[in-house]
T-cell receptor, first 114, second 113 residues
Framework: DPKIIQKPKYLVAVTGSEKILICEQYLGHNAMYWYRQSAKKPLEFMFSYSYQKLMDNQTASSRFQPQSSKKNHLDLQITALKPDDSATYFC?????????????FGSGTRLTVL | GDSVTQTEGQVALSEEDFLTIHCNYSASGYPALFWYVQYPGEGPQFLFRASRDKEKGSSRGFEATYNKEATSFHLQKASVQESDSAVYYCALSGNTGNYKYVFGAGTRLKVIA
């Protein structure tokens, strides 16, 4: 059974619209991340959260807003979508014990913006 | 900032060939180093890690040794199989407070039977 659930697996949106990408992890981890993967920039770090608080934000645009309603949830809201936002978005998590802790990934949400 | 460089963008081999994928890093302090593998339609999967100089990580016949002097963590496998075809990512986790993971650009391995 997948321990990091991302929904939906595929998403098609029109330019200018807003979408929410869902992520739930059942590994008992206290740190969660979002990464983006596209042909231009493989596995680009976006955000990290620990105990539901933002730790690091490498996304320049405020159109990307993480939302953490529970400690095992980290959704990603994207507003005013652009074709350049087309990518696969991966949620990941780990136990925030040390830098040697392994990062585990979900299977991704593939977003296409028309 | 921290960075990871993978020299090979694509590698094509025949079954039973020897594999080397080069990985060099730049980071302050003493990062942990990782290899991940990604199959089509899936997220990256942890392969193995090393967290100190001269430590060897290994899994499924793949191995790499942490070389702090050369700032390298090269992936090797003695005899590849068609099922090893995938994208391989080298990564580091720095020892700053946020423990951000930085990934290399990835190396696409294609093994021909």
């Amino acid at each position: 059974d997948p321990k990091i659930i991302q929904k939906p697996k595929y998403l098609v949106a029109v330019t200018g619209s807003e979408k929410i990408l869902i992520c739930e992890q059942y590994l008992g981890h206290n740190a969660m991340y979002w990464y983006r993967q596209s042909a231009k920039k493989p596995l680009e770090f976006m955000f990290s959260y620990s105990y539901q608080k933002l730790m690091d934000n490498q996304t320049a645009s405020s159109r990307f807003q993480p939302q953490s309603s529970k400690k095992n949830h980290l959704d990603l809201q994207i507003t005013a979508l652009k074709p350049d936002d087309s990518a696969t978005y991966f949620c990941a998590s780990r136990d925030r014990g040390s830098s040697a802790e392994t990062l585990y990934f979900g299977s991704g949400t593939r977003l296409t913006v028309l | 900032g921290d960075s990871v460089t993978q020299t090979e963008g694509q590698v094509a081999l025949s079954e039973e060939d020897f594999l080397t994928i080069h990985c060099n890093y730049s980071a302050s302090g003493y990062p942990a180093l990782f290899w991940y593998v990604q199959y089509p339609g899936e997220g990256p999967q942890f392969l193995f890690r090393a967290s100190r100089d001269k430590e060897k990580g290994s899994s499924r016949g793949f191995e790499a040794t942490y070389n702090k002097e050369a700032t390298s963590f090269h992936l090797q496998k003695a005899s590849v199989q068609e099922s090893d075809s995938a994208v391989y990512y080298c990564a580091l986790s720095g020892n700053t407070g946020n423990y951000k993971y930085v990934f290399g650009a990835g190396t696409r391995l294609k093994v021909i039977a």
